[in-house]
């Protein structure tokens, strides 16, 4: 018995993590028991060492010092800002005015402002919440179906899962040893490819189903001039001319600076475009020169400080002028800003998300030091090996590696978080992919978006929590689980379409993060020759002068 334990330790290890978490009990202390268990049983048996365990404390203090996520609280607290900065409320009621005489346009206009503010707070919960009080009465007050309405908040607001700042794509870069950054980059076109599968899902109800989406009746639609114009066209031709200011500034700078990068083109080009329609709609509401639709003025000033927010956040780490971590500072910053102009800021609301923010960061934190004990004892007893030979002998090769992958992903987000499946089960097939060739930051991306589905899947799904919760009595759970299904879908042929198609993730810039402990200790000996320690690690090339960096401890 006990050879046989000794020999299948590894899978022993893992179908007991899997009983644990079956049972209810919480995930970060059930990875860490597990963990100690085995690795104490190993120790009575022989397998491993009592030294093994000595390394949790490097461990857990690299956890504690890792910069990349400190990026989580700076996001958490940001988009709990904004849920209550007004923000929300005003794009939903200024877009839905916009899209309103479409049929599903209160439905498009849910999409758009779920990718705003997916692109602005990277909090799913915020999101759902805040479309789910304010649009979910509006939809049903006017006809839309329940299972359409539901499904589209509860998808939309999935979107932070994607479109960085995504939490969860800090957390895959930190796990994937990869840069925050360079996974922003690589998911922002999936994460757009996915918000415009989701309004042609709703132009396909509004086809085949059009009495599920109505338009809004004229009485509805309160941004009209005096004479009863809806002044779509005053906001077309400023959006015409916005656009002409940015082509033309991306011209001049770029005949000034021929190397420039094009995504920090595009960020200084529609910088402009956006500084000039807001420039346009002061000067036109100071001086009441009536160049500008109540539309287009209302638009204007409504679309350009969620705009500015993400600039702040997303063009300042795209372009290398801050990290993660530090755009994420300069976002919660923004959002008090923005809430302060708004008069909603208060110390009870910020309070209230300083909480929910700790909450959220102590989550996290335990989890990730669970999986720490847990990973270090797995890989003691070769259970990275297990998960490879298991992987790779798989038919398809790497097409069968991912499809499997994304599978296992898929079926076991019905019952994990999706920092749970991050911090499990990533450290195992992140290295395995690797060894087949496969780029992290893809295949990163790739499964954000299969994790992405955590939050819709029926009857576990977060989303659908979320949106129960603030959702009306006429308004049941079961048209909530059948709303989801079609996005769900949507999701899974997202998923489907990157692994067909891999260039839709850019990966063209890629840093690797892994930093390896490198000590240069020069002994006090005649020839004065480098000894290097400990056994191991790294050393320099020869004729390489530059210090070593500074050592760094990451799990």
Known sequence: MTAFIIANMAPIMFATLVLFLLSGFPVAFALAANGLFFGFLGIEFGLLKPELLQALPNRIFGIMSNDTLLAIPFFTFMGLILERSGMAEDLLDTIGQLFGPLRGGVAYAVIFVGALLAATTGVVAASVISMGLISLPVMLRYGYDKKVASGVIAASGTLAQIIPPSLVLIVMADQLGRSVGDMYQAAFIPGLVLTAMYAGYILLISIIKPTWVPALPPEARNLRQNNGDSGAVSLLILLVLSIGASVSYSKYYAAGHPDVATDELVIYSASIGIAFAFVLAILNRQFKIGLLSRMAEKVVFVLIPPLALIFLVLGTIFIGIATPTEGGGMGAFGAMVLAMMNRRLSWDLTKQAMNSTSRLSCFVVFILIGSTVFSLVFRAVNGDLWVEHLLTSLPGGNVGFLI????????????????????????????????????????????????????????????????????????????????????????????????????????????????????????????????????????????????????????
């Open 404 to 555: 499997v992958v994304n599978i296992m992903f898929f079926v076991l987000a019905f019952f994990l978080d999706f920092f749970e499946l991050a911090f499990i089960l990533v450290p195992l097939v992140g290295p395995v992919a690797e060894k087949m060739g496969i780029d992290l930051i893809w295949f990163g991306v790739l499964l954000g978006v299969n994790m992405q589905t955590s939050f819709m899947h029926p009857p576990f799904g977060f989303a659908l929590f979320y949106l129960r919760s603030v959702a009306p009595k006429e308004v049941k759970t079961s048209d909530i689980y059948w709303g989801a299904i079609p996005f769900v879908a949507a999701q899974i042929i997202m998923v489907s379409l990157i692994i067909a198609f891999p260039s839709i993730v850019s990966v063209e810039k890629k840093t690797n993060m892994k930093e390896e402990v490198q000590l240069n200790l020069t002994m006090p000996t005649e020839d004065a020759s480098p000894v290097n320690l400990p056994e191991g690690a790294n050393q320099a090339p020869e004729g390489k002068e530059e210090d070593p960096p500074a050592p760094k401890f990451t799990q």
